[in-house]
């Protein structure tokens, strides 16, 4: 028998990630929407200088201190009949691992880009990520009120980078001081704002171009400017296909000014109209459609100490079908089908948490986890059991080993190390038959070595050394009961062991793989590690 409640509130749900390049405008453009969904009263109180007040995203310590998002958060709000939630992602290269697995866990994909400066370096990683995921983006193009490039060049870029065609849905009157609003391809208006010091209300001016009254709203140049335009682009930009949209090759593009409320609200609804609800997804067993009766989610995100004063561990699980309610059951997949009760599920919105009765395909809820879950794990009603599809591990790119200054400080750095490399923000190795005295430590970004060493001294407080090593490239032994010892190698290339004791070669280079490959007859090598 259908639940219909349930139906009509997976229905009603959008889930989606931010991503941008650090000091694009994510921030405020989260913020601008939140406000829309009177989530928070007035934004920009909420982000000030960025040494006073901060945005109700950003909390880590060190997110502070470099001004830059390094964990995602999760964001809901209710807007004109959905269920929004928002996923914060970090807006840095060297955290695109933290970007993949959150965007595993959403629908769709809003790229924040700024206008002046169009796909920037650090962020085109964090963009193909997205790209390779083929799930549907849309990009906001934001700073319109400050000197920008042309819009015609920004889509060229983003095509060409990103390898994603652009539709723009409105197109932008003028740029900095000259900046008149925006001209919806849609409704065929011109539609003027006026800056209101991030207030809700806008005021607008509807007119279609062509008419004498934009002379004067919007200047005879711009007029004359936006006529030529729209000509050009209604002969030569792709047509809106929404299937294009929803596999991912065709993105959506809004212009606007995040700080001024320049076509954020037009953006949002627009964006609410293509985007979907919750998708069906891939599992051992077929797939699983939202709808379904029976209840599943899969954890994708695992942080520790998100609050200080909680000293704790939150697991963050995707809804995937169904409902959750309080205190049911479920079991736990990769636990061999443990039954448990998730404890103190929440809702988190940045720092606030609050504790949540019911949640829907599409929701994120976080639990309180002593440590038995594992980035990637199922979770759903017992009875039912089945596995989704994993999350790949990046390959790290960066090792050093890493040792405790003092020796009296032993177990914490031992749990600091484990507990960190369990969130998967790290992987550590150690050297075979050694101790946990030192490991070594493997990540995908060097900005996660400072995180890595911020996070030991303020939540662990073991202050640690750590010695860069010249190792590049990381493979696993597939061979079953090898020795690696008697493997014949370069003399640059070292054998480390996982965790769990897999055995793992470290190169410095790729020559150094193609020579163990070339010395060794039969040595299987693999990039990930496949238990
Ligand atoms: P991020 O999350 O992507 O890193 O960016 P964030 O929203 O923090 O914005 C970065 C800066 O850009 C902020 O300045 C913000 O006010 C500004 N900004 C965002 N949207 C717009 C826009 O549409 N127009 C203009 N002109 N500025 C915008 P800030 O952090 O306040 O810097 P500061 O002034 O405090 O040093």
């Known amino acids: 028998m259908p639940d219909n409640k349930m139906i009509e509130e997976i229905n009603r749900r959008r889930t989606f990630a931010i991503i941008s390049h650090p000091d694009a405008g994510k ?28 945005a109700v995203s950003d909390w880590m310590e060190i997110e502070k201190q470099r001004g830059i998002s390094v964990t995602s958060s999760v964001m809901q709000f209710e807007y004109e009949g959905c269920c929004i939630n928002i996923l914060d992602t970090p807006g840095h290269q060297d955290f695109s691992e933290d970007t993949y697995r959150t965007l595993m866990a959403v629908d769709s994909a809003v790229m924040v880009i700024d206008a002046a400066k169009g796909v920037e370096n650090q962020t085109r990683k964090l963009f193909k990520v997205c790209v ?41 009157i003028g740029n900095g001081v ?73 993105s959506p593009v809004f212009f606007g000014s995040a700080l001024n409320n320049f076509g954020v609200e037009p953006f949002l609804e627009g964006f609410l109209k293509m985007t979907s609800p919750p998708l ?66 929440q809702q988190i919105m940045a720092q606030e948490r609050e504790i949540i009765n019911e949640a829907y395909a599409g929701d994120i809820i976080g639990v309180f986890d002593p440590g038995i879950f594992s980035i990637g794990d199922t979770i759903c009603t017992p009875g039912h059991e089945f596995k989704f599809e994993g999350i790949p591990t990046f390959a790290p790119e960066h090792f050093a080993r890493i040792r405790h200054k003092d020796t009296m400080k032993r177990k914490q750095f031992v749990k600091g190390a484990t507990q960190i490399a369990q969130e998967g923000a790290i992987q550590i190795f150690r050297e075979p038959d050694s101790g ?88 299987l090598l693999s990039e990930f590690n496949k238990n």
């Open 178 to 250: 000259d900046f008149k609003g925006v001209y919806d391809r849609n409704s065929r208006k011109v539609i003027s704002y006026t800056a209101n010091g991030g207030q809700r209300e806008v005021e607008s001016v509807e007119a279609e171009p062509g008419d004498p009254c934009l002379d004067s709203l919007i200047g005879e140049a711009n007029h004359r400017q936006l006529s030529e335009d729209i000509e050009l682009l209604d002969g030569a930009s792709d047509e809106l296909d929404l299937e294009r949209v929803a596999k991912g090759e065709l």
């Open 436 to 523: 946990m005295e030192e490991v070594i430590v493997g990540v995908v970004g060097m900005l996660q070595f400072d995180v890595f060493e911020h996070r030991m001294s303020t939540e662990y407080n073991v202050e640690i050394i750590n010695e860069g090593l010249p190792y590049q490239y990381i493979r696993w032994i597939d061979n079953e009961g090898i020795d690696p010892k008697k493997l014949n190698l370069s003399s640059d290339t070292k054998i480390v062991q996982d965790f769990k004791g897999n055995y793992l070669l470290l190169f410095t280079s790729e020559w150094n793989i193609r020579w163990a490959l070339e010395k060794n007859e039969g040595l």
């Open 280 to 345: 069906p997804r891939v599992s051992d067993k077929g797939i699983i459609e939202p709808t379904e009766d029976v209840f599943s989610a899969f954890v994708f995100k695992i942080q520790a100490n998100m609050n200080k004063a909680h000293r704790d561990r939150l697991t963050f699980m995707r809804v995937c079908s169904g409902k959750f309610t309080r205190d049911m059951e479920v079991s736990h997949v990769q636990g061999g089908n443990k039954k448990m009760r998730l404890s103190q599920p």
């Open 27 to 54: 921030t405020t453009l989260t913020e601008k929407l939140l406000l829309y969904g009177g989530a928070i009263t007035l934004a920009g109180s909420v982000k000030g200088k960025k040494t006073d007040r901060h």
């Open 132 to 172: 390779m995921r083929h799930i549907p983006i849309f990009t906001f193009i934001n700073k319109l009120d400050r000197d920008s490039r042309n819009p015609f060049d920004l889509l060229t870029q983003i095509e060409d980078e990103l390898g994603i065609a652009t539709c723009p849905m409105n197109w932008p």
